[in-house]
């Protein structure tokens, strides 16, 4: 079984915020390291959800890198057919991707349960024990984007971290000013239509 890294944030006495990073097995604590937050590249991702139309929801989605005290904008886009969880996972992926080569170990935050408890509880594990399936035998929902999360996970050693959402306020702020454009678009489209 692979150990997953969990992240929490501490803000501590002296008013600097380190990162203290336990080992899980069995969704259990077994060590634990505290740091600086400059030392390890920082992603943080959210999304924001619109107004439900006949067409679907549209769903924003952003994620900031943070490295040596330098925040970038990674990503946003918006979508009609997918889900918070989805768009999360995409961001976290395309946040990957831009990674400078040798940086050590990444670091996730999101305000998203969903995204951050199956490797805090290790279910990643016993999806790919399952083959991706669930225990009823099907498909995982949004099963393609584990996969690739759970492998970079394996080679990267990611630290996830639930987040408030103060601490991914960026990227929220990202997604949620990309939401009201997209959807100012499409208004604007449905009226010149």
């Known amino acids: 079984m692979h150990k997953h890294r969990i992240v929490t944030v501490i803000d501590k006495e002296d008013s600097s915020t380190g990162i203290e990073i336990r080992e899980t097995k069995f969704g259990k ?14 992603i943080h991702v959210a999304h924001s959800t619109g107004i439900p139309t006949p067409e679907g929801t549209l769903c924003a989605f952003a994620a900031t890198l943070t490295y040596m005290g330098e925040c970038h904008k990674v990503v ?26 040798g940086v050590g170990f990444p670091l996730v935050f999101s305000a998203n349960s969903d995204l951050i408890d199956p490797f805090a ?10 083959g991706w399936r669930t225990e009823v035998g099907e498909q995982m ?29 960026k990227a929220k ?13 499409r208004t604007e489209v449905a009226l010149s239509a």
């Open 141 to 169: 929902h949004n099963g393609e984007l584990w996969q690739k999360l759970y492998k970079l996970d394996n080679e990267l050693g990611i630290g996830w971290g639930k987040a408030d959402t103060a601490l991914v306020k």
């Open 121 to 130: 509880m290790n279910l990643v594990d016993a999806w790919n024990d399952n």
């Open 29 to 42: 604590p077994i060590k634990g390291i505290l740091f600086n937050k400059n030392q390890a590249p920082i």
């Open 76 to 101: 946003e886009a918006a979508t009609r057919d997918k889900d918070a969880l989805w768009c999360e996972m995409l961001a976290v992926l395309v946040a990957l991707n831009d990674l400078p080569l």
């Open 173 to 185: 702020d990202l997604a949620d000013e990309f939401l009201r454009k997209s959807e100012e678009k």
